[in-house]
């Protein structure tokens, strides 16, 4: 037991180790008076006294048992000091196998203690794995239902490209009978010919020509004012196809410093998004003016009632002039003439009514478009003062450019140089505005659109 005793924590005090050399050391020892009775010893006597040679010897004797007598005291003295430092060893060596018993006992508490601890740990470990495994069945779940939800999204994806591909040939299939009238109006024309002498016929296939002339001109003016329309709804739907790209497909990458599979988002076409976002938030005078023409709004609806004295003018006091007339009066017309007691939106946002506003310069239009939808961004009307100088920039050269209409032929107006680089300087800042505000209202997926001679950076304004 003593060999193993560094194996064990020390004791709270240090043991007393014993020193049988010690100079202190002085066992008590009780020794007995000698008896001279019991060693026959008797006092002399002049009775019995004995010869001088005797006497000595019996001196010399005596001398010799005290000499014994001493020894033995002196050797009883040194045998009781080392049964002492004997029982002190043992006593020390008890106490070391007393420390080492509580030491013993102590460490097979610890041990308990830590067996205790690690069965705790095991059944909570035990309860983590039945919860992850839990998880992992709902997550297994939830990821079919997913996949289920995808292949629906898909089918009807599918789906409406069909109809969409339906409606594309149907289209296709009226030009195609627009381009047999026209060959039909011919071959009337060539009947026509031969049958000069027959007037009740020739009048006949006249009226006949007429009418179908009519039904020509009537379509192909339906397609082209339904033309913007069918734009702006292909570049809108276009665009929420894009989004739902990277809403549900993800691609599945390798990623070389964690050493695992990703699911990557799928990365749209910026310039798909971006026309989707002018066709929605932008202005264009023609589509708007075709829900017009085309009788899906009507005037009322686009007129607001407005409180005004009985000398205000009405919007309805004059008639709109007949766009063969002179291009400053037109004009005038729809700048000046119509301050309204109703006010009509369409003529607030692109100066004319829609049958006029189709008469003006292409680059007219285009600057009146960007000219709405600077009015019309939430960047603006929400109170924001940015880009602030931008958009008074763009508003002073759109004002220049109307006030340059009424000096130039509606022929002269598009190829005018100043007017060019004026409408290209406007598109600069409007699709700079227009990043800005796709940007401040989160409705941007990343897309920037490409500019024109004009490029500005939307990083500095954030």
Known sequence: ??????????????????????????????????????????????????????????????????????????????????????????????????????????????????????????????????????????????????????????????????????????????????????????????????????????????????????????????????????????????????????????????????????????TVDSAIIARGYKAAHGGNGMADGSLFVLNKLSREWATKETKCDSACPSANDGEVPDTAGSDETAFEHGLEALKPEKTNIFEELYHFRPCLYATMPSKMLEAIDYEATIKTLILFNEGLDRPLAQKHQALDIIGTVLRKYPGLPGEHFDTDADVLSRVDRVKALTEMIMLYDRRRTGKTRGARRSGSSYQFSGESLI
């Not at 924590?9 to 008076?33: D, G, H, M, T, W």
């Not at 196998?97 to 069965?119: C, K, N, P, S």
């Open 1 to 266: 037991m003593s060999n193993t005793k560094e194996n064990y924590r020390p004791a709270s005090k240090p043991l007393v180790q014993f020193n049988p050399k010690a100079l202190e050391y002085e066992p008590q020892v009780f020794a007995k008076p000698i008896v001279l009775a019991n060693l026959n010893y008797a006092a002399p006597s002049a009775s019995n006294t004995l010869p001088p040679s005797k006497a000595l010897s019996s001196l010399e004797t005596s001398e010799a048992l005290r000499d014994k007598l001493e020894f033995g005291i002196r050797k009883a003295k040194v045998d009781r000091r080392t049964a002492e430092a004997q029982l002190a060893i043992v006593n020390a060596e008890r106490t070391i196998m007393r420390r080492d018993i509580h030491e013993m006992m102590d460490d097979a508490e610890t041990a308990r203690m830590y067996t205790e601890d690690l069965r705790q740990r095991f059944e909570e470990v035990v309860r983590q794995n039945e919860k992850l495994a839990a998880e992992a069945e709902t997550a297994k779940l939830k990821k079919d239902q997913y996949a289920i939800k995808i292949k629906d999204l898909e089918q009807e994806a599918k789906l409406r490209g069909d109809r969409y591909s339906v409606k594309t040939q149907e289209l296709k299939d009226q030009n195609i009978r627009l381009e047999m009238k026209m060959e039909n109006v011919q071959e009337l024309k060539r009947k026509m010919e031969r049958m000069e002498t027959k007037t009740d016929e020739v009048e006949q296939l006249k009226e006949e020509i007429n009418r179908m002339q009519t039904n020509v001109a009537k379509l192909e003016t339906e397609l082209q004012v339904k033309d913007p329309l069918f734009q702006v709804g292909v570049d809108i739907r276009t665009r929420f196809l894009e989004e739902a790209k990277m809403s549900l497909w993800h691609v599945k990458t390798w990623d070389k410093i964690s050493g695992e599979y990703f699911l990557k988002k799928h």
